[in-house]
């Protein structure tokens, strides 16, 4: 079971890094934002489409929104290692506990 | 990638909220039932919701030159079913509408319908018919997974397109010009949140095996592959 997660890992990082590899189609910036991207085919599709809507808060530079980002990854990942060190943890102690009254 | 602040005409901003209304609150209702019957799911719906918001927020880059977000909700859907992971991925969005101005406040409704309702109950479906067919849980769930998250994105291009229908190829035009933007960038994503799914649902199985049985994910006799 080890070596199939370690594989998983590998997998998924052979997945996220096989595209930074390849050579560049020469369009534009690379590695955008999707939604930037349909946002451009909106415009073109509908030239006189005017968004009626602003976000009401905007994180004032990339770097303040890659914190928030990083803030949501890391509330997500905290919440799982919690929940994954608990169960660890509480089957650990039942197989001694099991141990300890068998022995 | 969720549809940009106002970028969704009024009528659909709103038809695409009503839409989804009804489906959180039942979501609410569900959650709350589930850890009524079950407190010792807790864990599980923590990491099922802690996966959500992780996903969702890593861009990753993809073939196509441009960078999107898997969406994490597959795996809660397969373990409570579609309507728990509702609200869990409502919050994911109006968190990123808030504060990361990613989605919007007028376009939750419609970024709710694709990444909380119609992701989770694709992936449910893929997961049921999958397990159905003979595959073994961990195929069940990568299917599952890597369906629902591209079924979430198929459903943007295709709100895109109801909006924008294209001057000369109409809906239908509009709906592949959406798709190969969405939709095929989120092939490999789809194909990497599968198998992230499957390392957390194995990281489960070790410790969680009673909980995951009372959820019948796993049979209570005999060990699943």
């Known amino acids: 079971m080890r070596w199939r997660n370690l594989l998983l890992v590998l997998l998924v990082a052979a997945f996220t890094i096989a595209p930074l590899l390849l050579p560049s189609s020469g369009r534009g910036e690379r590695f955008r934002g999707a939604d930037e991207q349909a946002e451009a085919l909106i415009t073109q599709i509908r030239p006189d489409y005017i968004p009626w809507f602003r976000p009401v808060w905007e994180p004032p530079s990339d770097e303040v929104e890659s914190l928030l980002f990083a803030v949501q990854a890391a509330l997500g990942a905290g919440l799982i290692g919690y929940c994954l060190g608990f169960a660890r943890g509480r089957s650990r102690a039942q197989e001694e506990a099991r141990r300890r009254v068998s022995g | ?225």
């Not at chain 2, 969720?2 to 659909?12: A, D, K, N, Q, T």
């Not at chain 2, 918001?53 to 079913?81: D, E, I, N, R, Y």
């Not at chain 2, 190969?180 to 499957?198: I, R």
């Open chain 2, 1 to 225: 990638m969720h549809i940009m602040e106002g970028f969704l005409p009024v009528s659909h901003a709103v038809g695409w909220s009503l839409a989804a209304a009804p489906f959180v609150a039942h979501s609410a209702g569900a959650i709350r039932r589930q850890m009524r019957e079950r407190p010792g799911s807790k864990l599980l719906m923590g990491a099922s919701g802690g996966f959500c918001f992780v996903l969702s927020a890593l861009k990753l880059p993809s073939v196509t030159g441009s960078c999107s977000h898997p969406t994490g909700t597959g795996l809660g859907a397969v373990l409570f079913g579609p309507p728990a992971m509702t609200l869990i991925g409502s919050i994911v969005l109006l968190f990123q509408a808030l504060l990361l101005a990613h989605g919007g406040l007028t376009t939750l409704g419609a970024n709710v319908f694709s990444m909380a309702i119609a992701g989770p109950w694709v992936a449910f479906a893929a997961y049921r018919l999958a397990r159905r067919a003979g595959a073994s849980p961990a195929v069940a769930i990568f299917l599952a997974a890597a369906l629902g998250d591209l079924a979430t994105y198929v459903t943007t291009s295709v709100q895109l397109a109801l909006a924008f229908p294209d001057p000369a190829g109409g809906f239908e035009g509009a709906v592949v010009k959406f798709m190969t933007v969405f939709a095929l960038t989120q092939v490999p994503l789809a194909v990497s949140e599968g198998l992230l799914s499957v390392l957390v649902m194995n990281a489960l199985a070790a410790h969680n095996r009673p909980e995951l049985q009372e959820l019948g994910v796993f049979p209570k006799e005999g060990v699943a592959g």
